[in-house]
């Protein structure tokens, strides 16, 4: 449906953006403090809204309603990508100023995973239509099991797999090395823990694009409108991190919002195949109310907690 130029816009406009924020808004290494981490979430979020409007201009309402929503489910659920980062980070004990430095390169393979996982669901959605049950079946369960989960039950980050392979190949020193994520002793190339948190990080995303993927596939098949709002969720998710960062013990019954939504795309994929349909102007409030109810109820709850302490 999507034309070339506008995956050359799509593209050129990214690159630009990454460009800007790496080179001038993050040239220097520091802290990212809560104001500017909420103007900059801010800003993606506008900018994510506003290549909605360049969907609308294109394609239309409908088309622009699937974005939106799309964008919706993958920036809630990339909600509980902080907890990861914050537990991550916590564990390997990396200093505030180069944490930007890893979500940003974490960023950049995530937006690779991505274009794989979205090219190859369509395809595999386009070739095999039964597909759309074991979509649907794989988000159902895994909302049930997330309900199940609750809010604890995250696995060590040392203990990564993923981790466990680069120290097969690579030695990692002890001590950071500023910025670094490689450094050499004598003539012997070691990795820095900085290598050895983005590897974490970038596994971890995997497994998130595992569920996020499917989920935006159950509101869209086209690919450009589910690989532009993976995108833009993932390119803001590095500042929401840092913005919420200090309150993540505060969202405490926001996976109860988030199993919702899983089981709803699930649903809505099965219901599908067998010609049903949900339109967007029912998938939308119902995604929005259940994030929206989940991470309000966490919020008074915990106020009340702290209020009784």
Do not use: C
Request: zero cysteines; charged letters at 15%; a positive charge.
């Amino acid at each position: 449906m999507f034309p070339l130029w506008a995956w050359i816009f799509f593209g050129g406009l990214v690159l630009g953006l990454l460009a800007l924020d790496l080179l001038v808004f993050h040239r220097k290494a520091h802290k990212v403090g809560v104001r500017e981490a909420t103007w900059t979430t801010a800003f993606w979020v506008s900018v994510a809204l506003a290549f909605g409007g360049f969907v609308w201009a294109l394609a239309g309402t409908g088309v622009a309603g699937e974005y939106l929503t799309g964008y919706l489910v993958e920036w809630s659920l990339s909600v509980d990508n902080v907890f990861v980062f914050s537990l991550i980070f916590t564990s390997f004990a990396v200093p505030e100023e180069y944490r930007y430095r890893v979500l940003f390169w974490g960023v950049i393979g995530a937006l690779v995973a991505r274009a794989v996982f979205v090219g190859a669901g369509a395809s595999l959605l386009s070739a095999f239509g039964w597909l759309v049950f074991v979509f649907g079946i794989f988000l159902v369960f895994t909302g049930l099991r997330m309900l199940r989960r609750g809010s604890g039950g995250e696995k060590d980050p040392q203990n990564n797999r993923a981790l466990r392979l680069l120290r097969r190949f690579l030695p990692v020193t002890k001590d950071y090395h500023g910025g670094s994520f490689l450094t050499r002793h004598g003539n012997k190339l070691y990795a820095t823990p900085l290598l050895a948190v983005l590897v974490v990080v970038e596994s971890s995303d995997i497994v998130f694009a595992v569920d996020s993927v499917p989920a935006v596939l159950s509101i869209t098949k086209e690919p450009f409108v589910v690989y532009s709002s993976n995108v833009f969720a993932i390119l803001g998710l590095r500042h929401l991190y840092f913005l919420l960062e200090g309150a993540v013990d505060r969202f405490t019954y926001l996976h109860y919002g988030l199993a919702a939504v899983l089981i709803f795309v699930g649903a809505k994929f099965l219901l599908e195949g067998f010609g049903l349909h949900i339109p967007i102007a029912a998938s939308l409030p119902f995604i929005a109310l259940a994030v929206g109810a989940s991470i309000a109820v966490s919020l008074i709850a915990t106020r009340r907690r702290g209020g009784a302490g």
